[in-house]
């Protein structure tokens, strides 16, 4: 399995969309056993092409802080379970999804909730 981590800072990056890059992470027996960087394409990720790209190489999870609804429709739609509102170091991010503390918030990012066009 594969989890991608939108990240800046090695953290988790609030807005999905404004990521410096996103970290991989391959996974074996429930544990990181490899890691890689993807440099993000920048502005808008339901207008990119990141969710294919994520798709192709093998990601299944997004491990996310904020994200508009055209985004996580978007990945969701490459076969890309999304999970927001996670925060802090993103290695720590991934280790407590894998045991089981981590769950999807529900929430969409609100900028893009109320009809906010991406302009990044």
């Given at each position: ?30 544990k ?12 808008c ?11 192709d ?6 491990l ?12 969701n739609a ?32 609100s ?5 906010h066009?991406?302009?990044?």
């Amino acid at each position: 399995m594969k989890i991608a981590v939108p990240t800046r800072d090695s953290v988790v990056d609030n807005h999905f969309g404004h990521c410096a890059c996103y970290t991989i992470y391959e996974i074996a027996d429930n544990k990181i056993v490899a890691q890689s960087t993807l440099p993000s394409p920048g502005g808008c990720g339901c207008k990119s092409n990141i969710a294919s790209v994520l798709h192709d190489m093998g990601v299944s999870v997004m491990l996310a802080g904020d994200m508009g609804d055209g985004a996580l429709n978007k990945l969701n739609a490459s076969g890309i379970k999304v999970v927001r509102g996670c925060s802090g170091d993103t290695a720590d991010v991934v280790r407590s999804y894998l045991a089981g503390f981590i769950l999807d918030s529900g929430i969409s990012c609100s900028a893009h909730a109320d009809g906010h066009v991406c302009n990044h």
